[in-house]
């Protein structure tokens, strides 16, 4: 059988004294000191004993103290002889290894010759003595936000006394933050959102036992509420971009709360690759002339901080592209690109004349536009020109000569259809195709993000009947995917925006001889 051995920690001090008839003068007193586990403040006599405690000293009225050295779990018994007869006072004093009291309990015992007296020394009648409590945080100076969690910290000579917490504010009682808790030196405060603003407050910690004993702060503390955090966020290049090597770009941000000037750099893998900027007024843009010097690459990204305060700073959400090839076709016209996921799109609509064997695209431009049964494109005047580019019947999109530039292609439906997934879906991904604002898109445009940088202008179309419909109003793009009903039928749209609404439409029979848009994406 296995044997269990257990250490008795004391919480109570039971003293029984007797007296034995020496002579009428004097008598004998056994004192007996049994340490139990017991009840009362949360053991705390128990703790300080089984821990602290080396030494009890017996005082008793006309007789020399005595010493009794002490271990946990030893119950300890002394005879005291040479007690005067009568009323004495007896104290029980708990000290230390360096002789320091750190408890004590004062009884009256009746001695009388040839007489046993018996009184107790219960644990909660021992009065802590030198006590040192010393608060070391908040101790004046902190700000403290409302709302956040912060630690309340001292130090004490007696870790067994339970303590409370309280509020002073301008020297007054303000609020209890705790009634009792064990005095382990620290106390975890969630500062109530509730609480008045203030610079004159402070922390006391109090001696439950004793609520006469106690440290507070040495100083006045500030509890306010959280100041306006600065940031900064960029804008442009954000992630997609094809910038070329060469050209001229603006990097864009915004900022908030910023003081100062800002630094402005370009990351390649994660790493610096160079300082575009070090004191750049903080005005929200900035034209970057890009040198031919820079390696081609996808993995691109601004980084906009603040100078007086580094720790202040956005990047580009996404990588962009730096590259030395622009998309030019046959004809001369180059067009900006943008990445989006995982397609390459033209940033712009195409406006090509001529196939890309150099055959031309017939312009249709007068009333014969709704007869036609082979490739063609239209414009309604010089200046829509060259803003929207030119729309394009779907036999033009289908001729095997190619509409496109080399590595290039019309969308399938299929493309378009990941493209807006990519975007959040049919239901919110117009918003950040369209371009932003009122110069070309009408109705208030309300939704326009472009955070895709797509750039989808309100080309309107060309009917069936030879007029032009939604100017400034809407956008459609072909796709190349054949629907049906031979020469005259119908094939399908690959996207249609129009102002003011984030739906972005995929699909739809559209008659062939429509005139629409073209975008076109990387091989």
């Keep these: 059988m296995r044997s269990f051995y257990k250490l008795s920690i004391f919480s109570s001090i039971l003293l029984v004294t007797t007296c034995e008839d020496k002579n009428d003068e004097f008598g004998l007193v056994a004192v007996s000191i049994t340490l139990n586990q017991g009840s009362g403040q949360n053991n705390r006599i128990a703790e300080i004993v089984s821990s602290n405690i080396t030494k009890v000293t017996i005082s008793i009225s006309g007789v020399e103290p005595v010493n009794v050295d002490v271990s946990s779990g030893q119950t300890v018994s002394k005879t005291i002889d040479g007690v005067p007869v009568g009323e004495q006072t007896v104290r029980i004093d708990l000290k230390n290894s360096s002789g320091t009291i750190l408890y004590t309990q004062t009884q009256m015992v009746n001695v009388e010759a040839g007489q046993t007296s018996s009184p107790s020394f219960p644990a909660d ?12 945080s908040p101790n004046g100076g902190e700000d403290w936000e409302l709302g956040s969690i912060q630690d309340i910290t001292w130090t004490t000579s007696h870790s067994s006394e339970d303590v409370s917490i309280t509020l002073y504010k301008d020297g007054i009682s303000h ?3 705790t009634a009792t808790t064990s005095s382990i030196g ?29 440290d507070e702060s040495n100083g006045d503390f500030t509890l306010s509420t959280a100041a306006a955090q600065p940031t900064i966020t960029v804008i442009s290049p954000n992630g997609g971009e094809n910038w070329e090597l060469g050209s001229t770009q603006e990097i864009t941000w915004s900022s908030s709360n910023v003081s100062g000037n800002v ?9 610096v690759e160079e300082t575009l900027s070090a004191d750049e007024s903080n005005d929200g843009s900035y034209s970057w002339t890009i040198s031919s010097a820079f390696d081609e690459g996808t993995d691109y990204r601004a980084r906009i901080s603040s100078n007086t305060n580094l720790n202040v700073y956005d990047e580009s959400d996404g990588d962009f592209i730096i590259s030395n090839t622009p998309v030019t076709d046959i004809d001369g016209n180059i067009y900006q690109t943008v990445q989006i996921g995982n397609q390459l799109w033209m940033a712009e609509n195409l406006t090509v004349t001529h196939y890309r064997n150099g055959d031309e695209i017939p312009t249709v431009n007068n009333d014969s536009w709704a007869s036609l049964w082979y490739g063609a494109c239209t414009h309604p005047s010089a200046g829509y020109l060259s803003i929207y580019g030119r729309l394009y019947n779907w036999y033009a999109v289908d001729d095997s000569r190619n509409i496109a530039p080399e590595g290039w292609h019309v969308p399938t439906f299929d493309e378009w259809q990941e493209l807006v997934n990519y975007l959040g879906g049919e239901e919110v991904a117009g918003g950040s195709l369209r371009e932003v604002g009122t110069e070309h898109w009408c109705c208030g445009n309300t939704g326009a993000t472009n955070e895709s940088g797509f750039t989808a202008l309100p080309a309107g179309v060309r009917d069936v009947d030879g007029l032009y419909y939604y100017y400034t109003t809407a956008a459609y793009f072909w796709s190349s995917s054949y629907q049906y009903g031979g020469t005259i039928g119908t094939a399908l749209l690959g996207l249609a925006l129009i102002s003011g609404d984030n739906y972005a439409s995929v699909g739809g029979s559209m008659w062939k001889v429509s005139g629409f848009s073209v975008r076109c994406v990387k091989d």
């Design 186 to 214: 620290s106390y975890t405060w969630t500062i109530s959102s509730t609480i008045s603003e203030g610079s004159s407050y402070k922390i006391r910690v109090t001696i439950v036992s004793n609520p006469g004993t106690y």
């Design 263 to 271: 630094k402005i750099e370009l990351y390649k893998s994660g790493s």
């Design 175 to 177: 609020q209890v933050l």
């Design 125 to 136: 009648d021992f009065i802590a003595e030198n006590v040192v409590m010393v608060v070391t």
